[in-house]
């Protein structure tokens, strides 16, 4: 344009205009240039200004004309940068409000900067030393600093801190556990290959056995049924079943004692094995993961070392030091790994919740592998504290090739050292044996024959090991060493790690106990263990992806991501496409926030932490509100009548919560470019741990204060047992438990 007026202009083509015209086009020209510079002075009138957001300065208000208002210059205006500083010194700055999308324009400030959301407070640099930002709210004063800034990373955007499995907080607590000794008798009777047969030393010792073949109990996403029933002899001692869960009992020679065993074995299905995928995966190998319930990642190191030691010298497994939980207890976890959404993104399925159904209809990663041409397996060991079937509906047609649930229903049942019925369910004091076998090799065996009875077929399964570590002395878990660490050689020397993915994880770290009661336990809880083993050859198969995964280890991820790699794995070399959540693994996820990778605050291992005192008046409405909202959540669902008032008894510890603030952040809002100096998160924000009377519960609760004013986020944990405190609601509303104390209920032990 410039370059066409400079031709109508010049020396030959003025000789052919009138006076008139040439003036014209000399305003046009003129007019044009100072539009352009004055846009380019308009749009760098940023780097004058700094911005502060959710911050409302209240005093310094002065009248202009054309103000909406009569005691202040308020004004709807779309370049305020321009009007501030052209005022010269009679403008400091102005704040803006995002929801009127109005500017007052500011002439000083008398008073302390208040925390507002939605108010952003724009000001010149010369005086952004007015607005005082280190006392933008009066937080209660720090105690102690309860750890050092020695994350594991440089990250700037998380930082995670190093946690000492050793440190002497835990080490106290360790001891040495004795190894488990299962009593019962020998078995005589054998299942395998699809044959139930009476052992042969076991001939002379049996008259008759009696068997039954247990299935799902149909469309009620919980407990089993009895399919099939038959007898076996000394002189008929074989049958054949083809079936994968077995319940005999032996009548005996020499007594009229009944023995009780149990047994299951995966076996092939002719449907599974004829599968037509409708697509092939684009890395063609298969996937079991294993996890051991409230197993941090310092947890394993601290009581499974060999087995730490072995995966990392020996079949080079990838451990993961930032992997994070995303809510309470194993349910969330689960469902994060193999459904990849959050509760409220599904349909219903929920205990105690109006219209929620069984839930088949959830979109499972398992439909996903199936449709791939995958033979599927899903096991629990703790099936009446299930991770699907005590808070959710469970599954009433499961759309899973080998579930195994009602094998622990009915065997759990019977093998209970004590049970009693109580609405409806079962309660039980864990033994660890189901007769002569220890429950987790029970396990540990039906994994083996699953990759036994699928040699050629893609196999895709998820095992939870709970038994002996799920509530239970934290020292348990070492238990399972010995047998754990037979079960990852198998897997070797076998060579079915040629093929496979193996996933060792936790769901969270430990919940409950002393432990858990420590800053220390906090981080533990939010840090659950993860390894990934990988077939010998991927690395040079799959070098972008192998790297990427080793860099994600030291990185924020989530059972999300998770999720994103098994869909990665199926549509390689396109990666996943219309996931909600999660990154793949085998993607440079880099750092990112907890809100980035769906991990609710109150969950959020990236924090600091300061100790300040309970005696605090914040702290104490924060806890008093803490209470407040747990009686309102009872009284709201319909259990008020039900469940004792809770009351506040003291509070534990008060922790402030401080984010990392990065200085001189660019910002790009409504199209203009600020500076920002600071980002106020949300006034103060505690930490609060709380014990409640009568019920001795003690709770973990972040509250956010602002002015003054609490606001409790609707995450809270539990963190000390409340064993049977809620059986009269424990079937009804499974999710209030934590909260519930029955009347004429006994109070937990603090």
């Known amino acids: 344009m410039f370059r066409r007026i400079r031709t109508l202009i010049n020396r030959h083509v003025l000789q052919h205009l009138t006076v008139r015209t040439v003036v014209g086009a000399i305003v046009v020209y003129c007019l044009i240039k100072s539009l352009k510079y004055g846009v380019l002075y308009y749009t760098n009138l940023e780097r004058f200004f700094v911005k502060v957001e959710n911050l409302d300065i209240v005093s310094g208000d002065f009248y202009c004309k054309s103000s909406i208002t009569n005691h202040s210059c308020m004004l709807h205006t779309s370049n305020p940068l321009a009007i501030c500083y052209n005022m010269g010194d009679k403008c400091y700055g102005f704040t803006y409000n995002i929801g009127p999308r109005t500017s007052t324009f500011k002439q000083g400030t008398t008073g302390k900067p208040k925390f507002t959301l939605g108010i952003a407070t724009v000001y010149k640099n010369k005086f952004k030393d007015l607005l005082m930002l280190k006392e933008t709210e009066d937080c209660a004063p720090i105690v102690e600093r309860k750890h050092k800034d020695n994350s594991k990373a440089s990250n700037k955007i998380c930082n995670i801190p190093e946690i000492d499995p050793f440190d002497s907080t835990v080490m106290e607590m360790i001891k040495k556990v004795p190894p488990l000794v299962c009593k019962g008798e020998k078995n005589l009777t ?7 047969m009476i052992t042969p030393g076991g001939k002379s010792k049996v008259k008759k056995v009696n068997y039954k073949v247990i299935r799902l109990l149909s469309n009620s996403g919980q407990g089993f049924d009895i399919h099939k029933t038959g007898s076996l ?27 009780k065993e149990f047994h299951m074995e ?58 994070s939980i995303l809510g309470d207890g194993t349910t969330v976890a689960l469902i994060g790994m193999l459904v990849g959404r959050h509760f409220d993104e599904l349909p219903e399925g929920r205990r105690g919740k109006f219209s929620a159904r069984c839930l088949d209809r959830w979109p499972w990663i398992f439909k996903d592998m199936q449709a791939h041409g995958y033979a599927t397996y899903y096991n629990e060991d703790e099936v009446f504290n299930g991770a699907i079937t005590t808070r959710l509906k469970g599954f009433c047609k499961p759309p899973i090739d080998h579930y195994l649930l009602p094998f622990w229903y009915a065997a759990l049942e019977t093998y209970a050292t004590t049970y009693q019925k109580v609405t409806g369910t079962i309660s039980y004091i864990k033994g660890h044996c189901l007769g002569s076998q220890a429950i987790y090799n029970v396990s540990l065996n039906s994994i083996k024959s699953f990759f036994n009875a699928y040699p050629k077929k893609l196999k895709f399964g998820f095992h939870m090991n709970s038994d002996f570590c799920h509530h239970e002395d934290f020292n348990f878990i070492s238990l399972v060493e010995e047998d754990l660490l037979k079960f990852l050689k198998y897997f070797k020397n076998e060579g079915i790690l040629n093929n496979t993915i193996l996933i060792l994880f936790g769901d969270h770290g430990l919940r409950y106990g002393f432990v858990r009661s420590t800053v220390l336990g906090r981080m533990e809880e939010r840090l659950p263990f993860l390894s990934i083993t990988f077939p010998p050859w991927f690395e040079k198969t799959y070098p972008e992806l192998y790297q990427n995964l080793k860099k994600n280890t030291e990185v924020l991820t989530t059972p999300f991501d998770l999720h994103a790699t098994f869909q990665h794995m199926l549509s390689y070399p396109r990666g996943p496409e219309g996931l909600p959540h999660g990154k793949s693994l085998f993607t440079d996820i880099g750092w990112r926030t907890c809100e980035q990778a769906g991990i609710p605050f109150h969950f959020c291992p990236c924090v600091d932490w300061s100790e300040v005192e309970v005696d605090n008046e914040d702290v104490k409405n924060g806890a008093l509100a803490v209470v407040e909202m747990m009686n309102e959540r009872l009284t709201s669902n319909g259990v008020g009548t039900k469940c004792a008032k809770l009351e506040l008894k003291r509070v534990i510890s008060a922790l402030l919560i401080t984010s990392k603030v990065e200085e001189k952040k660019e910002n790009i809002n409504a199209g203009q470019r600020f500076t920002i100096i600071k980002t106020l998160e949300g006034g103060c924000m505690y930490q609060l741990q709380l014990e409640t009377s009568p019920n001795n519960g003690v709770y973990e609760s972040t509250v956010q204060l602002i002015s003054g004013i609490p606001k409790v986020n609707q995450q809270l944990s539990r963190v000390n047992e409340y064993n049977d405190q809620s059986d009269c609601i ?11 104390f029955c009347h004429g209920a006994s109070a937990s032990k603090t």
């Open 233 to 259: 002899t000394p002189s008929n001692p074989v049958v054949t079943l083809n079936e994968e869960m077995i319940y005999a009992e032996i009548e005996k020679t020499d007594n009229d004692d009944v023995q």
């Open 190 to 196: 054998f299942y395998h290959n699809g044959k139930l």
């Open 730 to 740: 424990r079937k009804t509303h499974p999710l209030l438990r934590e909260f519930c």
């Open 266 to 323: 995966i076996n092939p299905r002719e449907e599974v094995l004829h599968r037509v995928p409708k697509a092939k995966p684009g890395i063609p190998l298969n996937v079991m993961m294993v996890g051991l319930d409230s197993t941090s990642h310092a947890h394993f190191q601290r009581k499974l070392g060999p087995i730490y030691k072995y995966m990392k010298e020996e079949l080079k497994s990838q451990m993961f030091d930032s992997y």
